[in-house]
């Protein structure tokens, strides 16, 4: 691994106790284990309190992206930063692809978690099923490859609703 991808995800605004702070001191940490591996880091931003962050430290993302206040990301907008991310996987801009978000647990502490989204990490299931073999017309690397897309998709888009379920919980926090 040459460069890695981290996509910071992180709340567009305040006001959610510590949600903020966590992610991005486990970001920070994140980042200096991988330069300390001897990776180059990509670092992309999801969330206005993430870029600000960054940008503060002297390490301004490649690029970043802005999450609805009053929303949930809808699955368009995700689609739209996915193709982004596998066009930029696509052309060698990075060899490993990791979200860094809160995932939601109900009253748990808040703890991110670094979570590879591409390339995709499929394993083959455990037992072959019982009935007969699929018939592919099809060749199967791109078949392959496009059932590895959409599960990257799949992937991109819980890390990013699990993030604003945890960050609306952490609003609701009482110490």
């Avoid at 106790?17 to 300390?36: D, H, K, P, S």
């Avoid at 996987?89 to 978690?113: C, K, M, N, S, V």
Wanted: aromatic share 8%; charged share 20%; with cysteine.
């Amino acid at each position: 691994v040459g460069t890695v991808g981290v996509l910071v995800i992180a709340s567009e605004r305040g006001l959610c106790g510590a949600f903020n702070t966590v992610v991005l001191q486990v970001a920070e940490r994140y980042l200096a284990e991988q330069e300390a591996l001897g990776h180059h880091i990509l670092l992309i931003t999801l969330g206005q309190r993430a870029t600000t962050h960054f940008e503060r430290r002297g390490r301004p993302p490649v690029w970043s992206e802005h999450l609805p206040m009053t929303t949930v990301a809808s699955l368009a907008a995700v689609q739209r930063l996915h193709r982004r991310l596998v066009r930029a996987y696509d052309a060698g801009r990075f060899d490993l692809l990791h979200a860094i978000y809160t995932p939601y647990r109900l009253r748990a502490p808040l703890e991110p978690i670094a979570r590879q989204i591409l390339p995709t990490e499929l394993s083959p299931p455990e037992e072959p099923p019982a009935w007969p073999p699929p018939i592919i017309d099809a060749d199967p690397q791109v078949v392959y490859r496009q059932i590895e897309k959409q599960w990257s998709l799949i992937e991109l888009y819980r890390c990013i609703i699990e993030s604003a379920a945890s960050e609306q919980a952490a609003r609701f926090q009482v110490l």
